[in-house]
């Protein structure tokens, strides 16, 4: 299974979009600071997270959800606990 997640810094409130196989692994790494770009914004508590068959899937969701920068997207799809993205 291959996982999109959103990870929210308790330290600024700010929120990271990632794609994995191992998502207690990833957080463990972000939270350990060997992720530079999160580095200062630990502790970082795991918020969103959604599974897909197909790396190749959750790559492209992603992708798509990094381009939209937008806290209100990401915000709704944490209280709705899904993403709804059209084609």
């Known amino acids: 299974m291959h ?11 700010r929120y990271y979009i990632g794609s ?23 502790p970082l508590a795991l918020v ?13 969701v992603e992708r798509k959800l990094k381009r939209y920068k937008s ?3 990401l915000e709704r799809i944490i209280s709705e606990k899904d993403i709804l993205m059209g084609p």
């Open 3 to 13: 996982y999109v997640y959103i990870l929210q810094s308790l330290k600024t409130g």
């Open 20 to 42: 994995t196989n191992d998502v207690r692994r990833r957080l463990g790494e972000h939270n350990s600071g060997s992720t530079p770009s999160l580095k200062h914004q630990r």
């Open 48 to 60: 969103f997270r959604k599974g897909y068959s197909v790396a190749s899937e959750a790559k492209a």
């Open 71 to 73: 806290r209100s997207i």
